[in-house]
């Protein structure tokens, strides 16, 4: 049995077939940008400019170095001396999911010879947190055994002056606001959970406050730098600073895969600063302009990244004089190696519970 349709029906039906077939298509091969696009809206981006990956296992293999290291300058006697540490090159893995991340790295033998720069004992707390509108960094350096090299000595026949008693605890805090956070990702440089495929910039703005001591058994600027200042018999100073910052981050995406991403930040604080010495005790108050500077690098896809990462922050003693410095280097170099996984089962189960609790 058969049935026969009229004409001008079976003319509609034509047409709908015709518009209904690729809009089938449209949606089978372009639904991840659909579904891209509507998070997008949820939580308020610009997916023209850089899409997030938040849903997906965040995985990382790296390379990272940490320091913290101190500079005295004096114009006025003429000395400039670096304490650097001796820390380690460190292996580890790392993942990311949601706003959650956790990394493990360990400072290898094979990764870190003997040379002769002497034994640093520290714990390096480096927390660099970005989110969709704000950056929080925050540290925690205590560190223990310094060396100073000959260019800061002035000695040709001294390779390291080790300084094992020396030691520089610093906690500190800075919280930034992303102006431009609709088109500009922290993420996608930084932590590779997101992907910028547009170049674009941003104003930061915030507060910060850093607070510690720089103690040791004997003169902190020894008799071969300055012997005047030896004199003083300086043994520790402690600091305590408070303040605003501002600066521009700008990413430039290079055919929609390759970046560069640099972010710089001065702060105006306030600070007081005691000094220890053999008269008793010096205290000096004044503004305090610290700078905090960040550049990332790399090739970044919707599956695997590779990314170069250089965060440095300098905090600058309110020594009160122009002629005397007094700074805190503390950065971070790593380079990573990132996949992403998508997520299914008992795994997406336990991580949305450690994301939420």
Known sequence: ?????????????????????????????????????????????????????????????????????????????????????????????????????????????????????????????????YTRRFVIDMFGQFYRGFFLTHNSTNSPNIDYYLRPDLSVNQIGASVQYILNHRKFSYRASFLQSEWQKKSAGTFIFGLEAYGGKIEADSTIIPTLVNNE?????ITELRFFEFGPNAGYAYTLVIKKHFFITASASISLDFGQNTVFDQSGTVKSSGMSPNSFFRVFGGYNSSKWAVSVIYVTNSVRLATGSFD?????????????????FELRGKMKRFLEKVEEG
């Open 324 to 340: 005397r410095r007094t700074i805190l280097n503390t950065g971070n170099f790593r380079l990573n190696y990132v996949y992403r």
């Open 229 to 233: 200042e030896a004199k003083r018999n």
């Open 1 to 129: 049995m058969y049935f026969f349709l009229p004409a001008t029906l079976t003319r509609y039906m034509k047409l709908l077939f015709c518009l209904l077939l690729p809009m089938t298509f449209c949606v089978g091969t372009g639904y991840s940008q659909v579904r891209e696009m509507v998070y997008a809206q949820v939580l308020k981006y610009d997916s023209t400019y850089y899409v997030s990956y938040e849903k997906m296992l965040t995985s990382r293999f790296y390379f990272s170095k940490k320091y913290t290291s101190l500079k005295f300058r004096d114009f006025g006697e003429n000395y400039n001396l670096t304490y650097r540490p001796n820390t380690t090159l460190n292996m580890g893995v790392g993942a990311t999911y949601k706003s959650f991340t956790l990394n493990l790295a360990y400072g290898f033998g094979f990764l870190n010879p003997e040379r002769g720069q002497g034994d640093t004992k520290y714990l390096d707390l480096q927390f660099h947190t």
